[in-house]
């Protein structure tokens, strides 16, 4: 068999029927060989290296199946750095195949030719170049062993194109798969039960127990058995970004978000005076500690963190109990060994949802303001009144996060909210929303991105209208970049003196529009409520153009934002703090 052949056969075994990529000079062999296959893989063409990995990033969080997407060599290649060092910061098992020069044109100065080995090594798990095509199967193999075991993560797989061009004598390899490392995670461990136990004596001896469901719960699966073994034992659960959706956020268990950015202030308070924290699948960072600064020092607070990396364990707290082990296992074996007594907890429970309550009754007038331009809240409370049904939402990092994070609602145990949090970057939720949709077909995609996102992979638009992807796409439109713009008056900066962080009003509407998407313009509630049932009701791609006032106008939900100010991020009892401050 032809190299190219082998390598779509082995894809298809391990369970892939989706790749995204951008056609060059180097992967036409294996375009070639995607269509002599006649359809077993579906190949997604985007318009630009970034985007495919995001779409790739998307399928793999929400399909929990490995995300696949290739590029050309050089540039192609560059151009796939971003998403593919967010995957694997974030612990998403994706593997990239960049279709490199030729063996026969290293160290001549062949165009394009780059030390790819070296430029990926530090953001992957792993960067391997095939050097002979008989190598090719195990090297395949080995890419998605090292996806799928352990901490998920990103692998880079180098192939020459004399390597997919090469006729392969099938008597000197193996073309077997382990199907085991299709999907994640694959060959889950457990610590053993005398280490789950001393989980289960501090809980019994804890008086005001908390959980912190991080991104783990989500890579692990771990939603169903981390509600059930909360039912169980009658301990409240709050979220990281990350975490979110792990748990339904109607659930009376369901305490919030905590962290920094899109905070609960009712979180950060459990969290603050809870006496035992059970961090699940969170590494603990800067955004969760708020700059490591919270909560604060308390010798009497015992912190047990479960992670599947042992890396991260105590790193960044002072641990009593540490367990290395996947977050699913671990909570179902929790389950069969608890005893505790759930009832202790009730009084702890109630005061929890008491204070939820106050902080969403204080919300609420907020969801009713009609000022010009639009603020978030308004959007989020009539975006909230129409999710009926399982949705997947991809947010960038920017202007929606603070709002979106703290203000929507996912009444099911099905939806997913989706950020890319490791590093930030502008330009995901566009084309993830196509990797979402691949993933699950059944559900609507809702993208949410301001303009600063939307300069970034403008381009995906007419790939989302190619494919007719049922997208709603959020366009949060301020004329510039808002976080940044925000920080800048937060550090003293006045109205006049922000640096390069303005740019022209984007007629979002008529750009979705040339690229044949429906699109609406928004400037007031009414008009954005009659855009989004519009936009529930058809069947293809729909562009909402919101013009919404900027992230620097007020200070957003953001802790250390408030703090930075003087303000009292907990206060439960003032109706403005956290969300209603001018910044200026």
């Known amino acids: 068999m032809l190299g190219s052949d082998i390598l779509v056969q082995m894809l298809s075994d391990y369970g892939v029927d989706t790749m995204f990529g951008v056609p060059g000079d180097t992967n036409v ?32 969080r929400i399909s929990n199946k490995v995300g696949i997407f290739e590029a050309p060599s050089g540039a192609g290649a560059m151009y796939s750095l971003p998403p593919l060092a967010e995957s694997n910061a974030s612990s998403v098992p994706v593997i990239l195949f960049t279709i490199d020069i030729p063996l026969y044109g290293e160290g001549r100065g062949m165009l394009t030719e780059l ?26 193999r080995r890419a998605f062993r090292i996806a799928t075991t352990g901490k998920p993560g990103a692998v880079h797989v180098i192939i020459p194109e004399d390597m997919l061009a090469a006729d392969i004598d099938l008597d000197t390899v193996s073309l077997h798969v382990e199907e085991t490392c299709g999907r994640f995670p694959a060959i889950p461990t457990v610590a053993p039960p005398s280490e789950l136990k001393k989980i289960l004596d501090l809980v019994s001896a804890a008086k005001r127990p908390l959980i912190v469901a991080g991104g783990g719960v989500n890579r692990s699966a771990a939603q169903k058995e981390l509600t059930e073994l909360a039912e169980q034992m009658n301990i409240p659960v709050v979220n990281t970004i990350t975490g979110q959706a792990a748990i339904n956020d109607n659930h009376p268990l369901a305490i919030g ?36 600064s919270f909560p604060s020092v308390n ?10 990396d042992s890396e991260v364990l105590a790193n960044n707290t002072q641990n009593v109990l540490s367990i290395a082990g996947d977050v699913r296992l671990v909570l179902i074996e929790l389950a069969r060994l608890d005893e505790t007594d759930a009832a202790k907890n009730t009084p702890w429970v109630e005061e929890l949802n008491g204070w939820r309550k106050e902080f969403w009754k204080n919300a609420e007038p907020l969801f009713h303001v009609k000022s010009l331009p639009l603020r978030p809240e308004p959007i989020v409370r009539a975006l909230n009144e129409r999710i ?18 703290r203000f929507l609602r996912l009444g099911d145990s099905q939806s997913r909210f989706i950020i890319p949090r490791a590093f930030g970057g502008l330009g995901y939720a566009i ?28 381009g995906e638009l007419e790939t989302l209208a190619r494919l007719n992807c049922p ?58 409520e009659v855009a989004l049932d519009k936009a529930f009701a058809l069947d293809g791609p729909t562009f909402i153009d919101i013009i919404v006032e900027s992230l620097a106008d007020r200070v957003p939900p953001v802790f250390s934002w408030l703090r930075k100010r003087g303000e009292n991020p907990l206060d439960l009892e003032s109706k403005d703090v956290g969300y209603d401050h001018r910044v200026d």
């Open 431 to 458: 084309p993830a929303v196509v990797g979402a949709w691949k993933a699950e077909p059944h559900k609507r995609p809702i993208g949410m991105f301001g303009d600063g996102s939307l300069g970034m992979t403008v």
């Open 115 to 140: 030390d790819n080995v070296s430029i990926f090594d530090p953001i992957t798990k792993a960067s391997i170049q095939v050097k002979s095509p008989t190598k090719l199967p195990e090297i395949i």
């Open 29 to 60: 062999p294996l375009y070639t060989a995607l269509a002599r296959a006649e359809g077993k893989i579906r190949h997604v063409m985007a318009r630009d290296e970034r985007s495919a990995g995001y779409m790739a990033d998307a399928y793999a």
């Open 299 to 308: 010798p009497d607070r015992k912190v047990v963190q479960v992670d599947i």
């Open 257 to 292: 978000v905590i962290g920094d950015n899109g905070y609960h202030p009712h979180a950060n308070r459990a969290l603050e005076e809870a006496d035992l924290v059970i961090y699940l699948g969170s590494k603990i960072g800067s955004v969760v500690t708020i700059g490591y």
């Open 388 to 405: 009926t049904a399982p949705v997947n939402i991809l947010s960038d990092a920017g202007t929606p996060t603070p709002y979106m994070t």
């Open 471 to 528: 997208a709603i796409l959020l366009h949060f439109n301020n004329a510039c970049f808002g976080w940044i713009k925000g920080l800048h008056r937060l550090d003293g900066s006045g109205n006049n003196d922000c640096f390069s962080v303005d740019f022209n009003v984007t007629k979002g509407k008529e750009l979705a529009e040339a690229f044949g998407i429906q699109a609406y313009r928004v400037t007031t509630v009414e008009e954005l």
